[in-house]
Every structure is written in structure tokens, then in C-alpha cells.
């Protein structure tokens, strides 16, 4: 069951993206537009990973890439990531954006941002597609860049709101990076 749910787990949140989009209205209505586009962020990264993990896409553009061929990540360290941590981390930006101070939504801006610089860098240098490219250009760039602005304007993004944000952004794609590195070495060196 639990490989089923690490292999299938995009196809859920794609619909869960779509319905919190189509039920905003009716709960950000009150909200204050720095809150609303803090929230946004996690039904649009939702609707990103459906481009970047249906049918593996990732894991095998990774494993071909990063992994030089070697399973160096698999479905289950990317169901850990997406989930607790992309999901997690957002609904975690947002709480704390919406009852502690709205500098704490830099959190999940920042980790959007990020993942966007992530796809859009390598892609330009490659010069080729990678899963979650045409996403990342058309909905995290222009997000972010919203978000960011948004934010700033209410006073409450201080110097250390946008370190924390950018920090962990930065902090979480570094871990699954050495993660795949690190794996692909040791798998290397027991083939060798």
C-alpha cells in the first residue's frame, strides 16, 4: 500500500490544488493579500509537481542526470520531500503567516521561488526541458515575484523573515541534492 501511495501521490494532490483554488474565493475572501498570496503558493506547487512527477518523470530525469544512471532517488524520498516538507513547510509558512506575523510567509515564498531558480538554471545551461520547467516559469516566477512585492508592502517581511525563508528554501534543496549525490556514490562504489 505504501508503494502505491509513493508512486501515485501527485495524482491527488493535482485535484487537491485544483479544489483550493476553486474554494479561495470563499475562504481568502476576508484575507488580507499578502495572506492570500502566501496561501496560493501551496495549490500551485501542488499543480507543479503534477508536471514534474507524473509517470516518475523526476525521479527518472534525476536518476539519468544527477544519478548517472543509478537509482540514487527513489519514489519514497520523494513522497518524504513533496509532502512533509513542500506541503508541510507551506501549511507551516501559512499558519504562521496568518496568526503570528505575515513575515513568516516568506517561508513558502521563498521555497517556491527557489524551486523555480532550481528548474529554470539547469534547464538554460542544458538547454533542454526538465520536469516542472514550464511550471516553474509560468506560475512560480510570477508568483513569487507578486508574492515577494505583496509581502513587502505590509511592513512585516523583516531582514530576518527573508533569511529564515531563503534559508530554508535553500537549506531544503541542498539536503535532496546531497541526498542523491551521496546515494549515487555509494551505489557506484558497490558496482566498481
Known amino acids: 500500500m505504501l508503494d502505491r501511495l509513493y508512486r501515485q501521490w501527485t495524482y491527488g494532490g493535482f485535484l487537491a490544488g485544483i479544489l483550493l483554488l476553486v474554494l479561495t474565493p470563499v475562504f481568502a475572501a476576508s484575507w488580507p493579500v499578502a495572506l492570500l498570496a502566501v496561501f496560493l503558493h501551496l495549490p500551485a506547487y ?6 514534474e512527477h507524473d509517470a516518475n518523470r523526476f ?15 527513489t519514489p519514497p524520498v520523494v513522497f518524504l520531500v513533496n509532502i512533509p516538507g513542500v506541503w508541510g513547510i507551506n501549511a507551516l509558512s501559512i499558519w504562521l503567516a496568518a496568526t ?3 513575515g513568516y510567509g516568506l517561508i513558502g515564498i521563498y521555497l517556491t521561488l527557489v524551486n523555480a531558480l532550481v ?14 520547467l514550464a511550471t516553474a516559469i509560468v ?3 510570477p ?18 523573515h527573508h533569511a529564515l525563508g531563503l534559508g530554508a528554501a535553500l537549506l531544503i534543496h541542498a ?6 549525490v551521496s546515494r549515487r556514490r555509494r551505489l557506484q562504489m558497490r558496482t566498481t
Open 59 to 73: 525521479v527518472d530525469y534525476m536518476n539519468r542526470t544527477v544519478g548517472q544512471g543509478v537509482e540514487a532517488l
Open 100 to 102: 503570528v506575523s505575515l
Open 143 to 160: 508568483l513569487s515575484v507578486w508574492s515577494l512585492i505583496a509581502l513587502q508592502a505590509t511592513g512585516e517581511a523583516s531582514v530576518w
Open 119 to 132: 528548474h529554470i538554471g539547469p534547464s538554460v545551461r542544458l538547454r533542454s526541458y526538465n520536469p516542472g
Open 139 to 141: 506560475l512560480f516566477l
Open 46 to 51: 501542488m499543480l507543479h509537481q503534477y508536471e
Open 175 to 180: 539536503v535532496l541534492m546531497l541526498h542523491v
